[in-house]
């Protein structure tokens, strides 16, 4: 058993880490937050029916992560520090941005790919602005009917 005052250390620890943990979940990406990083997986979650739909979801997770891996490093895009195959994308946590931006501001950034333009996809790296979420593969439909339920 832990002597007390290591116990109180332990628990202070485990404290800090919790307060400084988030998961954000997108469509085909699952974004967990600790510490300095903010580190991209593919979603689990079924988009479509059964299998077929958690397959999708995490196809195209792994491919909007190695989209985002061949676009790092262009002006406006937040770096990536490390990917493993599209499994796994390392980034520097940014601060997020929590207002609309004018069309301006978003030309600003400076990336002029087909992005998609709301607060929670910018954030602060150093000062600037830039593009958190820029994956380039997301130019067709959904092979499923998850986006309209109406067609069922």
């Given at each position: 058993?832990?002597?007390?005052?290591?116990?109180?250390?332990?628990?202070?620890?485990?404290?800090?880490?919790?307060?400084?943990?988030?998961?954000r979940r997108g469509i085909t990406r699952t974004v967990?937050?600790?510490?300095?990083?903010?580190?991209?997986?593919?979603?689990?979650?079924?988009?479509?029916?059964?299998?077929?739909?958690?397959?999708?979801?995490?196809?195209?997770?792994?491919?909007?992560?190695?989209?985002?891996?061949?676009?790092?490093?262009?002006?406006?895009?937040?770096?990536?520090?490390?990917?493993?195959?599209?499994?796994?994308?390392?980034?520097?946590?940014?601060?997020?941005?929590?207002?609309?931006?004018?069309?301006?501001?978003?030309?600003?950034?400076?990336?002029?790919?087909?992005?998609?333009?709301?607060?929670?996809?910018?954030?602060?790296?150093?000062?600037?602005?830039?593009?958190?979420?820029?994956?380039?593969?997301?130019?067709?439909?959904?092979?499923?009917?998850?986006?309209?339920?109406?067609?069922?």
């Amino acid at each position: 058993m832990l002597e007390p005052h290591r116990l109180a250390r332990w628990r202070r620890a485990a404290q800090e880490v919790a307060d400084d943990l988030a998961v954000r979940r997108g469509i085909t990406r699952t974004v967990v937050l600790v510490g300095p990083w903010a580190i991209k997986l593919p979603s689990l979650r079924a988009h479509g029916e059964g299998l077929a739909g958690v397959l999708w979801s995490i196809s195209r997770g792994i491919l909007a992560n190695q989209s985002e891996r061949d676009w790092s490093g262009q002006p406006g895009l937040c770096p990536l520090r490390w990917s493993f195959a599209g499994l796994v994308n390392v980034y520097p946590r940014c601060e997020p941005v929590d207002r609309e931006l004018t069309d301006d501001e978003y030309a600003a950034i400076g990336f002029a790919g087909p992005v998609d333009k709301k607060p929670p996809n910018v954030g602060v790296l150093a000062g600037r602005m830039v593009w958190l979420d820029y994956d380039q593969n997301w130019n067709d439909q959904p092979p499923c009917r998850h986006a309209d339920r109406s067609r069922a």
